[in-house]
């Protein structure tokens, strides 16, 4: 049986991802760090960095390399199109979220 709060947090992986990059500038084991200090479940890697490549491929989001002691880090912030999407989907999220709630208690 498909446990539902997982199933929920799979689903918002990624909005979760774009809302991240909308804070600060973040790399991609920074995005797992800290999904998994807010949701308490792992993300795996193989979400993470096709799906940063694919924001930065398709405009939504810049790289750049950063140096951390001997390590160079690929960091990732959103572009102003990337905003735009954020904001389109919190605006979506929130309005089928409503819905859920105002039928769930009866309300029309």
């Known amino acids: 049986m498909v446990n ?12 979760i991802i774009l809302w991240l990059l909308s804070v600060k500038p973040r790399h991609g084991y920074e995005l797992i760090t800290e999904f998994k ?8 890697p193989s979400i993470v960095y ?3 490549q ?3 491929r398709e405009g939504y989001a810049v790289s750049r390399q950063i ?3 001997k390590r160079r880090l690929k960091c990732y912030s959103l ?21 859920v709630i105002k039928e769930f208690l009866g309300e029309k």
């Open 79 to 99: 572009t102003e199109k990337g905003q735009k999407l954020l904001k389109n989907l919190q605006d979506k999220l929130r309005a089928s979220i409503w819905e």
């Open 67 to 69: 140096m951390r002691g």
């Open 50 to 52: 096709p799906f940063l």
């Open 4 to 15: 539902i709060i997982d199933a929920f947090i799979r689903g918002l992986q990624k909005p």
């Open 37 to 44: 200090s807010l949701t308490g479940r792992k993300l795996k």
């Open 54 to 56: 694919w924001l930065e």
